[in-house]
């Protein structure tokens, strides 16, 4: 009798389970519309496999069609294959074993665009410049840089022979060099300045970066620190555990930092600080622009929001998105934007919805005027919507499209690699100006290459013509309008002399990175950087600095910006 009561109480507990979990009509018609269109995709692919004229490569269509069925959802979601995968390994440890240098393509060439200071690379006297002609025999001529890039990457301690044509030398060279296990050092540059304030500028949030930055403070505080620059300017984000490392350093255990909300309730997360701070009081400068993204945004963020922290600089990207890394079949991998995350004013800073497009596929920002009100501890006014605005708000100086096109040409990597043939003596960071017969020669430099270059303003304006056409308003304005074209018609000389000091601080950056790399380059930089100086004048006044930290007595509109 017993036995007969258990079996039907466990009939009515499958019974009620299996009515609480049946699929809703929906999830019934959402499951055939998925498994109907997987099967299309794979007649197709079968289709075009048996028939096509010409013969298929099937895994780069393949994978061609997932990164763009990708692109439709947002710039985050990404595939990686079997062979892509340690990107994404790269991505979220900062460490492989290759020769720890940056490789890039140049005028048809692989070449050594950055070699790491102190890494394989960099002993063996790698260059950039250097062109890579072969690696273990194994000509690279016409490789891609992907190619070449898994041909130096391989087994720690183990040693190739890489043969390069370094410009202004008529022998090729034959450089061994053993491969190491290379871990990018998060921390770009730590030091005190101005005789009590540490500086430290943090690169990106990998594995262990909090610890990193956590041993960086305590080192500046032993050093006189008593205050605090942490600059986050470029710093794309990275791994969300991590910045809430990094906030935990200055604000009190159990704080919540940032929760995450998606669709999958199960998987939303609060993320509270779970140590013991080790200071405080330390007045802080967060330094952020439009580079900040993601985790960096978490760290200003969540230190605007508690009012630890003084913003300066620029406002940052505004991704407020989280990803989730999942495996797929064959040692692949599909990094999915799975939640959105709150920082502790409660705003979530996404800047983009790429849920609604424009019915051109484009997708636009938030306008400020839609953005909400929030606020910090201390009742100050903050915004969603659209990244962190700074307190202090520096106005970046306007660049010209032909900079833009000068490095992305490598015209000025080129004239600094050939510069350096000159044995040119090593100049200081900071002090180093390029002489202006320097900038004359490399006026010179640029004509010699038939350098060309477009403008958004000179494509809008073609764009307006055709309006005008249409709309029979030429005839009325054309005189106005030839004016305003042949001042926005790209003119080699007259823009090379009127970007001139931005050109000529291009020129400078790529000639501290040859000499002294990435912390020279920085060091050259902070010495007339505003919002740098801007942020030593705030720590230096700290009447100053607690006044930004208290509600203003007037409201701000969302557009207003304090300048300085």
């Not at 299996?18 to 929906?26: G, K, L, S």
Request: charged share 25%; aromatic share 8%; glycine share 8%.
């Amino acid at each position: 009798m017993r036995k007969n009561i258990l079996l039907l109480l466990a009939s009515i507990v499958a019974l009620q389970t299996a009515v609480a979990q049946a699929p809703t009509p929906e999830q019934n018609r959402r499951y055939f519309d998925i498994n109907k269109n997987i099967d299309i995709f794979n007649s197709v692919i079968r289709e075009l496999d048996l028939f096509y004229v010409d013969s298929i490569e099937v895994n780069q269509l393949v994978q061609g069609t997932i990164n763009s069925m990708l692109t439709r959802l947002d710039p985050y979601t990404e595939y990686y294959s079997e062979e892509n995968v340690s990107e994404l390994q790269f991505m979220t440890t900062g460490e492989y074993a290759g020769i720890g240098a940056i490789i890039s393509y140049n005028e048809g060439r692989v070449v050594i665009n950055e070699p790491y200071e102190g890494l394989p690379a960099d002993k063996a006297g790698l260059k950039a410049g250097d062109v890579i002609l072969d690696v273990d025999g194994e000509d690279m001529r016409k490789s891609t840089v992907k190619e070449v890039s898994d041909r130096l990457k391989g087994t720690p301690g183990t040693t190739l022979q890489v043969t390069i044509a370094r410009p202004g030398e008529k022998k090729d060279r034959t450089i061994p060099i053993t491969r190491e296990k290379i871990e990018i050092d998060p921390i770009s540059y730590a030091s005190v300045v101005h005789d009590s304030i540490g500086y430290l500028h943090f690169s990106g949030f990998t594995s262990g970066s909090g610890k990193r930055v956590k041993e960086t403070v305590k080192e500046l505080k032993r050093d006189g620190a008593t205050s605090l620059i942490m600059d986050l300017r470029g710093n794309g984000g990275g791994i969300l555990e991590e910045a809430v490392e990094v906030v935990n350093l200055f604000v009190p255990k159990g704080e919540e930092i940032v929760s995450t909300k998606g669709k999958v309730k199960e998987w939303d997360r609060s993320y509270r600080t779970r140590e013991q701070p080790i200071d405080e009081v330390m007045p802080i400068v967060v330094l952020i622009d439009t580079g900040s993204a993601s985790a960096a945004e978490i760290v200003a963020g969540g230190l605007q929001d508690l009012d630890r922290a003084v913003i300066v600089g620029n406002r940052s990207f505004g991704k407020g998105l989280v990803q989730t890394p999942r495996d797929l079949p064959y040692g692949g991998n599909i990094k999915i934007t799975t939640s959105k995350y709150y920082i502790p004013s409660g705003r979530c800073i996404q800047a983009l919805d790429y849920s609604h497009r424009n019915p051109d596929g484009s997708v636009a920002r938030v306008p400020d005027s839609l953005t909400n009100l929030f606020q910090t501890r201390n009742g100050r006014e903050v915004r969603d919507g659209g990244g962190i605005t700074p307190d202090i708000t520096i106005p970046q100086e306007p660049g010209g499209t032909i900079a833009y096109y000068l490095m992305a040409d490598n015209v000025i990597f080129n004239f600094v690699t050939e510069w350096m043939w000159q044995g040119q003596e090593v100049p200081t960071p900071g002090t180093f100006q390029l002489p202006d017969s320097d900038y004359e020669a490399f006026k010179a430099f640029v004509k010699s290459k038939d350098f060309e270059y477009d403008k958004m303003s000179e494509h809008s304006l073609q764009q307006l013509k055709s309006i005008m056409e249409f709309e029979g308003y030429m005839g009325v304005a054309s005189e106005e309008f030839k004016a305003l074209e042949a001042k926005l018609h790209p003119d080699l000389d007259r823009d090379l002399e009127l970007f001139k000091e931005l050109i000529k601080g291009m020129i400078e950056t790529e000639i501290m990175q040859r000499f002294h790399y990435k912390k020279g380059v920085l060091l050259h930089q902070l010495a007339n950087d505003k919002v740098y100086h801007k942020a030593i004048e705030v720590l230096q006044d700290q009447i100053g600095y607690h006044h930004v930290l208290q509600p203003s007595s007037r409201k701000m509109s969302p557009t207003n910006q304090v300048a300085s």
